[in-house]
């Protein structure tokens, strides 16, 4: 597609229910990461794939949080019995290939997840 | 590891005043360097980077960075803001880290323009 996209925009859900989030990168992105921004915040890094394969997990908190890139395009960040800590702008970002260099990210216009 | 500090959380401009948001950095060595803005309800959009050469780099919607390595900064600056301004600004560092390039950002500054 022409930039990232995300869905859903907007998830409220209540605390303990699972969520599902989607990221559909740039056609030909290698790398994706998963990104999340609380309120006043700048974006704090949770996963990056190259490819299908998560190339660093360091950000995602491990007993909640999961992510998958299972062909190599789209993923999705699930996040299990949810809490009012979990609510948060979720962004997805993509760019051409992983490493430093001319690769930059592109972003999608996130995912704001409302937990009551 | 990197890290990135962005000393002003809110910065209040008049429409058609000049304007200079601050961001330092921590990296050992030389860091790849972003401004990135976003408008409420909105993804980042890229408004310049600094890979190598030139200090002074430009980039959309008028707005120029310098890079200071003595200073570990890299403020980005405009002559003439516009009410459209108005907008979260954030600077960030990519680096390698542990093999992978993450890029980190800073909190942000929030940009008030008054007409």
């Known amino acids: 597609g022409a930039g990232v996209s995300q869905t859903p925009s907007n998830k409220v859900t209540e605390k303990g229910k699972d969520v599902e989030l989607r990221c559909d990168p740039i056609?030909?992105?290698?790398?994706l990461y998963w990104y999340r921004q609380s309120l006043g915040q700048g974006p704090e890094f949770l996963i990056y794939f190259q490819g299908t394969g998560a190339a660093d997990d360091s950000g995602l908190p491990k007993d909640r949080f999961f992510a998958v890139r299972p062909e190599g395009s789209v993923s999705t960040l699930k996040i299990q019995r949810t809490e009012q800590g979990d609510s948060a702008m979720y962004l997805c970002a993509s760019s051409l290939q992983g490493g430093p260099g001319a690769n930059v990210l592109t972003f999608g216009a996130g995912s704001r997840l409302t937990v009551l | 590891a990197q890290s990135v500090t962005q000393p002003d959380i809110h910065i209040t401009v008049s429409e058609g005043a000049s304007l200079e948001l601050r961001c330092n950095y921590s990296y050992g060595a030389t860091p790849y360097l972003f401004w990135y803005v976003q408008s409420p309800g909105q993804g980042l959009q890229l408004l310049l980077k600094?890979?190598?050469?030139?200090?002074l780099v430009q980039g959309i919607k008028g707005f120029e960075a310098e890079f200071k390595r003595s200073q570990s900064s890299f403020n980005l600056r405009k002559p003439s803001v516009h009410w459209s301004d108005a907008a979260e600004y954030f600077c960030a560092v990519g680096a390698m880290t542990g093999g992978s390039y993450i890029p980190t950002f800073g909190r942000g500054t929030s940009l008030i323009v008054h007409p």
């Open positions: 600094y890979f190598s050469g030139d200090t």
């Open positions: 056609s030909g992105h290698t790398a």
